[in-house]
């Protein structure tokens, strides 16, 4: 009897197990430890809390242990545990002007209040591989890390916005939740506050792609980067009964904002328009990325012509998430011998007619 | 027939929250007031990948009770891997009492099959759907469609089936095939095989379908008149096969068509492995 996908308990108890050995790798290598992958993969980690939806160093640490480094597997491990995770209160819109600053850069000023800091980027590194890293011990291990930096810096658009060439961020109306896409199934088309929330959450690769498509001519958006701030924020809840707002810890986040040409509409005078990109960690082409995009999905509200993919919010919104694109893709493992069976049939259904209409020809 | 079995601890009964299940129960209301309507609801992450079931599942967590007794059937098998994922993930969580018999069951997790044994009164059949919106292939957009739907606007099915006759003499579509709910609403039955669709048709059992990626729900309930689309020429036809299952005899039963040797050899049995082991025993 034919057995291919068939097999039952036992073969997926022997694949797992299978799975677990080959996680661990060759036993006589010490194995890793959750706090080694979160000081020494530390941007790792932060795509996973980014795309996991969940800020958490160790939970996605052990994300990416359990899932043998594979980043997709480690974020759907974070979001299913994140789903399970009771909702106590939100949180205060988080100051991002108050950030204590580890890398702030503007590439259309040159000097600006507070200045450039380039901070920990790989930018300028030359990319040749170092061997010495192969080695056991690294020559600056008995260097102290320096002090987590405590300067605050304002942001750029806030300085240089106020002659109106560049968009004002728009703020809330007093009294209007933004949208919760965990809670709201999607409708288009979306309010821009859920399109940040799905790109925020959107994979990584598939932001980058389509904002790179809008700068080879896909629906173009001419941008500059006005900013890209790193550092930590203070998140801060009001509880009800307390009445005011406290501090319950610190969060690090990347922030980046594009200014775009924009060359006006009947009711906005032409001006910069902005795109916007949030991450958690250090996820700075994540940040971009997504600001490109979000600008790009601005087009129909801004009065341009809808042409490029990046610019089609059906398109982009319902294809940016990971966890429904692996899930999707990887289905067509799963047997489909019904379906195919049917289509079997037809097609020897058709082929026969064929067969017989040229008989008859003859 | 497995007993149930203790629920393993730190989840709840079937793993949903119960915030979560009373929001899938008002959705799946709605589908069952409306038959063949899609309900939009918030589908949470679930600890199974998207397309694998996820829909189903959380349908499924939010209607089976501790007294509840779970069938679950991939290509109208119980042993094929996902089928025991799924069985398994329930056993765990919710510790129900599981079966393989189609008559034995209360609630019937399905891709793409619907059992050959007739559904009774008060069984619940749960159908996983990658692709809820049967206009999909002829509109990718969720905006024109939901309209389409709005205004039963549904002549560019028709004109599909008209030119697939055109051309190829037949309706080419073989699975997931679409039917009219209630005169009212077209609807894909998920990719069951054509054979499946009469028993969509007055089913004494509730059918609900679930759509976790696509995060959309609807329903059947029990005797929903649902046609299978055609014209007065061409009237919908199920698939036949020349031979019988080469394994319990049965004339009457969607047939698997399996490669037994290098030679291309075949040899046709029983998609629903429950209805044939009923036969043989």
Known sequence: ?362 | MNAPVKAEAGYNFAYLDEQTKRMIRRALLKAVAVPGYQVPFAGREMPLPYGWGTGGIQVTASVIGPDDTLKVIDQGADDTTNAVSIRRFFAKTAGVATTTGTAEASIIQTRHRIPETPLKAGQIMVFQVPIPEPLRWLEPRETVTRRMHAEADYGAMHVKLYEDIARMGRITTSYDYPVMVNRRYLMRPSPIPRFDNPKLDRSPALMLFGAGREKRIYALPPHTLVKSLDFEDHPFAIERWTQRCQRCGAPDSFLNEIVVDDRGTRRFVCSDTDYCDGRMA
């Not at chain 1, 106590?88 to 850069?105: F, Y």
């Not at chain 1, 904002?211 to 896909?218: A, E, I, K, L, V």
């Not at chain 1, 307390?242 to 980046?256: D, K, W």
């Open chain 1, 1 to 362: 009897m034919y057995v291919a996908v068939k097999g039952g308990e036992a073969a997926i108890d022997a694949a797992h197990e299978l799975l677990a050995k080959r996680r661990r790798g060759d036993p006589s290598v010490p194995e890793l430890s959750i706090d080694q992958i979160r000081e020494q993969m530390s941007l790792a980690v932060d795509r996973v809390m980014t795309e996991g939806g969940l800020y958490d160093l160790n939970l996605a640490a052990l994300a990416i242990k359990q899932a043998r480094g594979d980043m997709v597997e480690a974020i759907f491990l974070l979001r299913a545990y994140r789903t399970t995770l009771p909702r106590l209160i939100d949180a205060e819109p988080i100051e991002t002007g108050g950030m204590r600053i580890e890398r702030r850069i503007s590439a259309v000023f040159k000097d600006i209040p507070g200045g450039q800091q380039l901070g920990p980027t790989f930018d300028y590194t030359h990319r040749l591989l170092d061997f010495a890293l192969a080695g056991e011990s690294e020559p600056a291990a008995d260097r102290p890390l320096p002090p987590t930096p405590g300067d605050t810096k304002p942001r750029v658009t806030d300085v240089l916005g106020h002659e109106g060439l560049i968009e004002a961020a728009t703020k809330a109306e007093d009294g209007v939740q933004p949208g919760d896409i965990t809670r709201t199934p999607p409708t288009f088309p979306t309010p821009r506050d859920v399109r940040l929330q799905t790109l925020a959450r959107g994979d990584e690769g598939f932001l980058l792609g389509m904002g790179y498509s809008t700068q080879r001519g896909f629906g173009h958006s001419h941008p500059f980067v006005a900013e890209i701030r790193k550092g930590h924020v203070a998140v801060e809840v009001a509880p009800p009964e307390l009445g005011f707002a406290v501090e319950i810890g610190e969060i690090e986040l990347t922030e980046c904002e594009m200014v775009n040409q924009f060359k006006g509409s009947e009711t906005t005078p032409p001006q910069f328009t902005s795109g916007y990109g949030l991450a958690f960690g250090g996820s700075e082409r994540k940040a971009m990325s997504m600001a490109l995009v979000d600008r790009s999905l601005r087009a129909a509200e801004l009065g341009e012509e809808v042409t490029a993919p990046a610019q089609d919010q059906e398109f982009v919104l319902s294809h940016a998430d990971n966890l429904d694109a692996s899930g999707f893709v990887q289905h067509l493992k799963l047997p489909h011998y019904v379906d195919f069976q049917s289509e079997l049939e037809l097609l020897r259904r058709i082929r026969a007619d064929w067969t017989a209409e040229r008989e008859a020809a003859e």
